[in-house]
């Protein structure tokens, strides 16, 4: 049976950031205008026009979700108060815009990640790179893992992000997510009281863009040849 591209996509991020060490979360589909708040979308950000439920099960998630930012970051809040430090987890999930007519509203599959490295341990560790770099580099995975050349452009433009430690992720022309370390003052708004990075990538836009063309070289007729060299001066 033939895969979808659609399903070759999902399942090569799914296994590419499973093997760069992260744990799939699922969260529930709901949410607020207070977490769209504490993220710190503009009032005319397009994220803000959301999808209301006529039976939420609460009040506070009266909504359809229109980004997993917030849900990634929930978890690393829940994680971080139930002392673990090294976090590692993703969301492969759709959100929702509504429709100006009756319709049923248009569904977006995306993909978003969250790292958090810890404190460490008794003894004083070695210096590592910028958390960017981490998530970045997962990314990085992601892509390679789909055959897609993917560019990162500094700056994001994103308010939930660090605007000196964030890049916007394009393939060729089109916009298909951004990555990057947590502000500070949104850091705050959700109680992460540690250096934190998170990545958000729309499925749908990769799964439009064509994958390049595999290359490959002819395997040599010659078999290896090893030798150890003494050399006596």
């Known amino acids: 049976v033939a895969v979808s591209r659609g399903r070759s996509v999902l399942d090569g991020a799914r296994n590419a950031l499973c093997a760069a060490g992260f744990v799939e979360c699922m969260t529930l589909p709901f949410a607020s205008a ?31 979700r229109t980004t997993l930012v917030p849900s990634l970051l929930g978890v690393a809040r ?27 509203p248009i569904e977006t599959l ?18 590592q790179p910028p958390l960017f770099f981490d998530a970045k580099g997962a990314v990085e995975h992601l892509f390679e893992n789909l055959g897609l050349a993917a560019t990162f452009t500094a700056g994001a433009n994103e308010p ?13 022309e089109r916009h298909v997510g951004v990555v990057g ?20 990538l729309d499925l ?17 007729r010659q078999p290896s040849v090893r030798r150890d060299l003494a050399v006596l001066l």
Not at 110 to 127: D, F, K, Q, Y
Not at 183 to 199: K, L, Q, V, Y
């Open 110 to 127: 995306h993909v978003a990640g969250v790292v958090m490295r810890g404190e460490g341990g008794l003894w004083a560790a070695a210096p």
């Open 160 to 172: 939930f992000l660090h605007p000196g430690a964030s890049a916007a992720i394009t393939l060729g």
């Open 34 to 64: 207070a977490a769209l708040d504490r993220i710190g979308l503009a009032e005319d950000d397009a994220r803000r026009r959301a999808v209301h439920l006529q039976n939420p099960l609460t009040d506070e998630e009266s909504q359809l």
């Open 204 to 220: 749908d836009a990769i799964v439009a863009t064509s994958p390049a063309p595999v290359k490959y070289s002819e395997v040599s």
């Open 181 to 200: 370390e947590l502000h500070p003052e949104t850091a705050a708004r959700f109680e992460i009281d540690a250096p934190c990075a998170i990545f958000a």
């Open 78 to 104: 829940t994680n971080r108060s139930r002392q673990v430090e090294r976090i590692r987890a993703f969301e492969v999930g759709r959100v929702f815009a509504p429709v100006v007519s009756d319709e049923l």
